[in-house]
């Protein structure tokens, strides 16, 4: 579900109409052999060909439509040849219990032969099939059968794969674009057909009928909030191509069958369209899906989820393939999808409708981006003390943002190398959303995808903390800001507290990075170029220090701006820290300004402040090197010294001026001086 940034705009498609039902998968009764023979006079043929065009389905005793083919054609809707022994068809109908009824249909004038058992009994039984290009050649399989122990997957999920077998998906491209170019509407044997002319094993058969599905079914939202417009029958789906849940699986079910492929339909509750977090489930089944029985094993799939997406807003459905609702590993599956049948939640154990209810809602965008757990994983959150924490765990570097009652603040979320950490302080008691949005690393794209829905509920609002308007997500260093050459942060933390209103942190910077520092704050009456004053930052070698003196009490946003030298473009935002101090003393004056011939490497040991006292001899100590010859300018003029140790070194008495210079004679050939620091001084 794709969304952009603090919307929650798009919803997975949900329920279908009334109550579906459980799959019975009761054992069947002792066996029982009967032989058979149906010999079709010509007025009864004329009957069953009017019939067989006004219905083209029959009920087979537990809810499903099974296709019957008109007599005078075979299965495949093709003419049938006048030779008797063509003429002759084969109807397989069976149930979920096992019983199996096989009938021949014999042309008038020709010698009917018994040589089929009908067999009302357990174990293996065969449904219709299609086998070889030409589709003319029929194969009885299997019927369904339960899930057995082999069928089981462990729970909770090991994190090995997305999907409940290997499949692989580049292979299977061709079989796609083929499958989407097939426009058959006259009957779904004819479909079928079409489909399964560039499929030989059963994956590939399932394959080719999902993505033609997938991708020519839309969800009718009309039939969704109208009962009496629904059109669920597998020809209806076809003929129309629209239909809810129920008539995507029964469609989905039928094609299958045709294809020789054992699949269920299976009902239960959904965490789709309509979903409200943390809901109660109870009444009828609101949704329909697919089991299929494959390489001796059942997978479970929803056509209706790969087929797109419905806004909640508008109401208006839009093809979006989703390739995550294809053979889904059933640890996934569950949670979203909980079958009346709790055999059909493959899983051991299984969960329970309260576990189902409870646990988080991970959107298949939270699988696709690499994400693996989540805590906490309920879906309803309450505050202790005004806060909560979510963390997430992820397999790659990914890139996070969150929405609280549809804004993105009153909260810090802090990348790590395998996820991410998110506190939130809500300003407000009762429940409230909260959205968690995602996008890889290297998407070039702004959009980020849904893959989190919580309810918090806050009992008590924590009034000390007030996050700065200025203030981005994510917040404090992380791989991003390693990856634009802030390397090594001395303060990992996102949040730097200062008692005294003084701090001072390190990294080790990259090759060719310029950095360009501001310091933020929704309180203060200082401009842009004033408060990036009490900033300095102090390059050696590949090292930066910054040091920070606030001008006041109250929270700061210290964002870090950076480019490469190289670049004549424009600094680009990389990360922010979040500095408080509560600690109302506090009134620290600006450093020194600095001019363009201000190196980076240059460093400032006394004086730090850019405000000297009034008719004082102040001390300097300066490292500045490649220089020939340092005056400091005031009243008077004052020559600074080179020490041995490489410092500038020398004393100036503040009387009599209001501003003092440091100016620099960079070569002794020249005679010109460059001004490199100012100070300002107090008023006597």
């Not at 505050?383 to 969150?402: E, H, K, Q, W, Y």
């Not at 308007?469 to 730097?496: A, C, M, N, T, Y």
């Not at 009456?525 to 590949?542: A, V, Y």
């Not at 004086?607 to 300097?620: I, Y």
């Amino acid at each position: 579900m794709v969304t952009e940034r603090g919307s929650s705009a798009w919803q997975q498609l949900g329920g279908g109409p009334a109550a579906m039902g459980t799959v019975d998968l009761k054992e069947g009764p002792s066996t029982v052999a009967i032989n058979m023979m149906l010999i079709v006079r010509p007025e009864q043929k004329g009957q069953r060909d009017r019939q067989a065009d006004s219905a083209g389905l029959q009920d087979d005793g537990n809810g499903n439509n099974r296709p019957q083919p008109s007599q005078g054609r075979d299965l495949s809707g093709q003419q049938a040849s006048e030779e008797p022994y063509k003429q002759r068809q084969t109807i397989t109908s069976y149930t979920n219990e096992g019983t199996q009824v096989t009938v021949e249909v014999h042309p008038r004038n020709t010698t009917p032969q018994l040589f089929k058992k009908l067999s009302f009994r357990k174990g293996s039984q065969r449904q219709p099939s299609l086998r070889g290009q030409d589709n003319k050649v029929f194969e009885r399989t299997e019927a369904p059968q339960p899930p057995s122990g082999k069928d089981l997957h462990a729970y909770p999920w090991d994190k090995s794969s997305l999907k409940s077998m290997p499949v692989d998906l580049q292979q299977l491209e061709k079989l796609d674009a083929y499958a989407l170019k097939v426009n058959v509407k006259s009957s779904i044997e004819e479909l079928v057909q079409a489909l399964l002319k560039q499929a030989r094993t059963d994956l590939e058969k399932v394959r080719a009928i999902w993505t033609w599905i997938c991708h020519h079914i839309e969800y009718d939202v009309v039939g969704f909030h109208n009962k009496s417009q629904r059109l669920c029958s597998p020809i209806d789906v076809l003929r129309t191509g629209k239909s809810v849940c129920e008539g995507y699986a029964a469609l989905f079910q039928q094609m299958c069958s045709i294809a020789g492929i054992q699949c269920m339909k299976l009902s239960g509750y959904s965490k789709g369209y309509g979903y409200k977090i943390g809901q109660v489930f109870k009444g009828d089944s609101n949704h329909a899906w697919n089991a299929v029985y494959l390489e001796g094993r059942w997978h479970l799939l929803d056509s209706t989820w790969g087929s797109g997406i419905v806004n909640k807003t508008s109401d208006k459905f839009t093809f979006r393939y989703n390739e995550f609702y294809f053979l889904t590993h059933p640890a996934l599956f569950i949670n979203d999808h909980f079958p009346n049948n709790s055999n059909w939640q493959l899983l051991k154990p299984t969960l329970t409708l309260k576990e189902f209810e409870n646990t988080v809602h991970c959107s298949s965008d939270f699988y696709k981006l690499g994400l693996l757990t989540v805590h906490p994983d309920t879906a309803v959150i309450r505050t202790v003390n005004g806060t909560a924490t979510i963390s997430v765990d992820c397999r790659s570097s990914t890139l996070f943002t969150f929405s609280l009652k549809g804004r993105e603040k009153h909260g810090l979320l802090s990348l790590r190398k395998h996820g991410m950490k998110l506190e939130i302080y809500p300003q407000s008691t009762g429940r409230q959303e909260l959205e968690i949005f995602a996008k890889p690393s290297n998407s070039p794209e702004k959009v980020y995808n849904q893959v989190l829905q919580y309810v918090v509920e806050c009992t008590s609002v924590d009034k000390s903390i007030h996050f700065p308007k200025d203030l981005d997500q994510p917040v404090g260093p992380s791989w991003f800001s390693e990856h634009q050459g802030f390397l090594r942060p001395s303060q990992p933390d996102p949040v730097i507290h200062t008692n005294d209103g003084r701090c001072s942190f390190t990294f080790t910077l990259g090759k060719d990075i310029s950095i360009l520092p501001t310091l933020h704050s929704d309180n203060s009456g200082l401009t842009e170029d004033r408060r990036r004053q009490h900033i300095m930052q102090i390059h050696r070698g590949n090292q930066v220090e910054f040091m920070v003196h606030l001008p006041h009490a109250g929270n700061f946003v210290l964002k870090f701006f950076a480019k490469k030298k190289s670049d004549p473009g424009n600094y680009t935002y990389v990360f922010n820290y979040l500095i408080t101090c509560l600690n109302t003393e506090v009134k620290w004056p600006a450093f020194p300004q600095t001019y363009s011939n201000w190196a980076n490497d240059y460093e400032i040991l006394e004086p730090l402040s850019g405000l000297l006292p009034a008719n004082r001899n102040v001390q300097f100590k300066l490292k500045m090197h490649g220089i020939s010859k340092v005056l400091v300018q005031a009243k008077d003029t004052h020559t600074l010294t080179l020490s041995r140790g490489g410092f500038w070194e020398g004393t100036c008495n503040t009387a009599g001026c209001t501003e003092l210079f440091v100016m620099v004679h960079e070569n002794a050939n020249h005679n010109f001086y460059s001004h490199v620091l100012k100070y300002e001084v107090e008023a006597p």
